[in-house]
């Protein structure tokens, strides 16, 4: 089992920046590759952002090509998202996930966080 916890939500003006953490307990992360994804209020869960176990493979929704990355620290266990010239449209709950694929199709992965909020205020 893999638990994944996040953090790095909060409340942020348009045009600015936050960086989102996913924490893994319970098995080594390198095994792993990882996606973020986001779910707006009265909205579907979408893809976000994946990575694979290397970090070497990196993939974005269009909608956040150039402002987000995503990142990996095998040794410490953590995904990282870096967002960058927020919009009020990405107010959302984030979520990481885990799985064996760095795919943006949810149910590739078989472990995920219970998420953190993002509002972007105008």
């Known amino acids: 089992q893999v638990q994944l916890v996040e953090s790095g939500g909060g409340l942020v003006q348009a045009e600015g920046s936050l960086r989102l953490a996913c924490a893994a307990s319970g098995r080594n992360l390198s095994s792993y590759a990882m996606g973020w994804f986001r779910q707006a209020p009265g909205k579907e869960r979408e893809f976000v952002a994946a990575i694979n176990w290397r970090g070497g493979l990196k993939y974005y929704a269009d909608s956040v090509k150039g402002r987000f990355t995503i990142s990996r620290d095998n040794a410490k266990n953590t995904v990282y998202l870096q967002m960058n010239s927020l919009k009020p449209d990405n107010t959302a709950a984030y979520y990481c996930?885990?799985?064996?694929?760095?795919?943006?199709?949810?149910?590739?992965?078989?472990?995920w966080g219970q998420g953190t909020q993002v509002t972007v205020s105008s």
């Open positions: 996930a885990a799985g064996h694929t760095p795919t943006q199709i949810e149910g590739s992965y078989d472990y």
